[in-house]
């Protein structure tokens, strides 16, 4: 007879696993049909039946026997086993609520907080366009040289990982013929850029949304198909001014036109301009800048002429000096990474030496290519350190939480040991048993781990929010999908493991005949007491390092609450005003700016308002080179300058002290001359101190018949030193204009955030001050209506993010620090209330019984606190970029560390102490 192969048995254990009743059917038949067949035979020699039906049961042995036989020979014992040993889990957990109750809590806080922040991180750094073959995109970036070519930058820049600056800005004419040059090589390369917010008018009434710019080939290179009409064409990207189309995101098609299909061709005014919507972008859609956010409206490159024609004196779409677009690109399957970059590197040196002449010095940068996958992804690059920390921390608050669960489980199998070591002198293999008791380890890490996987499904939206600001309506939408949930059940199956294998294996090597003995479990207990001990200092530890870390970033958010600002934040309410350029273009954007600061200020409730073209303490700034008259070089040998443009009322808006001279009035206008006030920090490092009013200094050129000469201003007054992009840095030199003498030569006009001083609340002015706005031109929304300071919180929303979290899971670790220190003390009283009987019967005073365990505890505190420390010491070096004003051994965050968790030691082991003391010794004395 032929053996049965792999494929066969196998087969054979799935249809038995599939059709369990069925299979167990037809075991029956089969065990019955050979046992009457047996007894036939017998019956046929002559036996009686009754005698011929026993021995043949005799025969084939007990029916169970037969049964477990056959299932061990197609493979379901393991199988059954495995069930059986389940069905006994669930019923010791049922029988021990209590501890089932405290243990699974402990775990789920701690896998919540990790599926949160790795839900956050995932989402951050990980997560690819939702677009098809997202790993076939690469971005492009230049890697500037010491003197590039290229001046102005309209983008971003960073410093890459090799320490050269990167920029992913490049000019039109050199896009334009790269993918020329790309589109002969078989390589695709598209543009796009993002522009901000621009208002829609619709229906009546004008919203502000977030706006981009494609090339025309932006849709068919990203391969995604819209989920309503189509995307932008190559025939919308034709001349400077054309392809007025637009498409929609999924949200604004919600959210705006309620979903309606009617939408196709509806005309919108975008800054006034009439376009048509040819298309709604498919749900989950984000464009090609990130994940983090999906631009709203959809246009093609050429609108940039219409939309926002010059940048300053350049032409964006003639300029071949101005980079402002972002390119990428989707690689051929056939390429390689390296031919790529290296034709993409020589296309685009070409093209640069094609627009522009390098002067004497000036060199070409070298393009490079990079994973487009995750879109842009500027956001991500800052956050990748961070969020690498956090998970970090919280995977500390796993293991602490697996340290618990495992002192639990100690303490609770020393009450079950004289349960196992009969079920081992009854014939139980220790690899049986072991596996009952780790079935049940992950059986409550299942409970655990699925009460956590709400948490964080819960978590994932909070969690962001502490880095939002308090004026977007956006959530950043963090999926709950398969990746986190693989986490999820990887960290629970871990977990369990973790705290499972140490009770069940130690449990396991106890001496039977010692442990079936009354009162012969000392040298069992002695064991275990160590392994208890050992695993609360491991908690301690981890307790001392989070408690240590949330100090650090606690210090460092009051440190910067404490910063003083140099005005006063408090009734300041900010919005900003963005009039389309083509409306309102030069000397009209000052008129209407000017009009609109006396609208505001006009309105009931309001003590003063202001423009400006940056607010104080945004993240945001202006910088210029500076000279002073009289000297032929920019200050700083090449830094630039912070500077402002602000109406004259600012500083009194603001309530800046003006310590020299005078601040704007009325009579500086366009036609008299210009000029300037500086701050402390200017007079300080650029005029050594001497008195500046009169002088005069330049941050630019401007034409004079056709001939460029220094934009001279004359300093009028110096003002107190303020803050100015944050609150980490050190008042920097600062140089304010007057927006009303704008010379015409610039942008710096265009768009202007608006500061209004009022004691009302916000959603009692607003209206009004809205009202005020749209009796000018219903086309002008007020955006981003925040109060200055929500606009400070978020300028340290990172900060905030880490004291948050980290205090969190601070508090989290002293809870199960106590609960760890308490079980233990509490396991090791028990343990040793037949000594303390004899001490206390023996005349030793309670008070010294109480100070006994107390002890115990200090010293197992102080190991777990010093050890700790010393890891303490080393986070605290790799987060020290993070702080501010806090030294990363700061000695106060470290005492309040160390007294914090010494106190909870103490109070955790007080309530086993006391217990300790008050043991009568005739009772004491008659335990084991």
Partial sequence: MNRPTLLHRIGAWLSALISRPRFEREMEEEIRFHMEQHAATLIAQGIAPAEAHRQARIAFGGAETSRDNIRSAIGLRPLDELLGDLRYAV??????????????????LAIGANTTIFSVAHFMLLERLAVPHPTELRMLYREEGERSVYHGTWGSDYRADNGQFRSDSFPYPVYQQVQRAAGKDGVSVFAFK???????????????????????????????????????????????????????????WQRAFGGSRDVLGKVVRVDTFPVAIVGVNAKGFTGADGVQRAPEL???????????????????LESSRLCWIQMMVRKPATMTDAVLQNRLDHHFHTAVLATVTPAAGETVDRLVTDDGSRGEAIESMFMR??????????????????????????AR??????????????????????????????????????????????????????????????????????????????????TGILFGLAPAWQSTRTDVN?????????????????????????????????????????????????????????????????????QYPGVKSVALHRELTSRFAAVPGVDGASAASVALISGSSWNSGVRIEGESANLGDGRHVHTDDV????????????????????????????????????????????????????????????????????????????QYNDLRTAPEPIYFTDKFQWSGQSDAAQGSVYLVRTQ?????????????????????????????????????????????????????????ACVGIYGVMAYTVSQRTHEIGIRLALGAERGRVRRMVLREAGWLAGAGVLVGLGAALGLAQLVSSLLYDTEARDPLSLTVTVTLLLAVSVTASWVPAERAARLEPVIALRQD
Avoid at 197 to 226: D, H, R
Avoid at 298 to 314: C, K
Avoid at 386 to 406: D, H
């Fill in 91 to 108: 019923r010791v957990l049922r029988n021990s609520p209590g501890f089932t109750l405290i243990a699974a809590a402990s775990l789920a």
């Fill in 194 to 252: 993002d522009i901000g917010t621009v208002n829609v008018a619709s229906n009546g009434t004008a919203q502000a949304v977030e706006a981009q710019l494609v090339s025309g080939n932006f849709y068919e290179s990203m391969k995604t198909i819209p989920e309503l009409g189509r995307g932008i064409l190559p025939a919308d990207d034709g001349a400077p001014g054309t392809g007025a189309v637009a498409v929609i995101s999924y949200d604004f």
């Fill in 298 to 316: 959809v246009m093609p490159m050429s609108m940039i002429a219409t939309l926002h024609g010059t940048l300053g004196e350049d032409k964006v």
């Fill in 385 to 410: 350190r961070p969020m690498y920390i956090l998970l970090g921390l919280v995977g500390c608050v796993l293991l602490l939480a697996c340290a618990n669960v495992a002192n639990l489980m100690l």
């Fill in 413 to 494: 199998a020393n009450n079950r040991q004289r349960e196992i070591s009969v079920r081992l002198a009854l014939g139980a293999g220790r690899g049986r048993v072991f596996r009952q008791l780790l079935v049940e380890s992950l059986l409550l890490a299942a409970i655990g781990g699925a009460a956590g996987a709400m948490l964080g499904y819960l978590g994932r939206t909070a969690a962001p929010a502490l880095l939002q600001n308090a004026w977007q309506t956006n959530a950043m939408p963090i999926p709950f999908n398969w990746p986190i949930f693989a986490f999820t059940t990887a960290i629970t199956l871990l």
């Fill in 514 to 582: 010692t442990a079936l003995k009354q009162g012969a479990a000392t040298a069992s207990r002695q064991r275990k007491a160590w392994t208890g001990k050992g695993l609360v200092a491991f908690q301690i530890a981890m307790a001392t390092l989070l408690v240590a870390g949330s100090a650090l970033f606690l210090r460092t958010m009051l440190n910067l609450s404490r910063v003083k600002p140099g005005f006063e934040p408090g009734g300041l309410l900010l919005f900003d005003v963005q009039p389309p350029e083509k």
């Fill in 647 to 722: 109406s004259p009322e600012f500083f009194q808006v603001l309530r800046i002290r003006m310590l020299i001279g005078r601040g704007f009035t009325s009579t500086d206008t366009q036609t008299s001359p210009k000029v300037t006030v500086v701050n402390q920090a200017f007079v300080r490092k650029y005029l050594n101190g001497k008195n500046p009013i009169g002088l005069r200094i330049s941050g630019g050129e401007i034409k004079v018949d056709g001939k460029s000469q220094p934009d001279w201003h004359t300093i009028i007054g110096v003002c107190a030193d303020t």
């Fill in 760 to 816: 009302l609340a916000p959603a009692e002015i607003v209206p009004a001050l809205r009202e005020a706005a749209t009796r000018l031109d219903p086309d002008l929304p007020l955006l981003n209506i925040r109060t200055q300071s929500q606009q400070i919180a978020d300028v340290s929303r990172q900060e905030r993010m880490f004291a948050t979290l980290t205090a969190g899971f601070g508090v989290l670790a002293l809870a199960l």
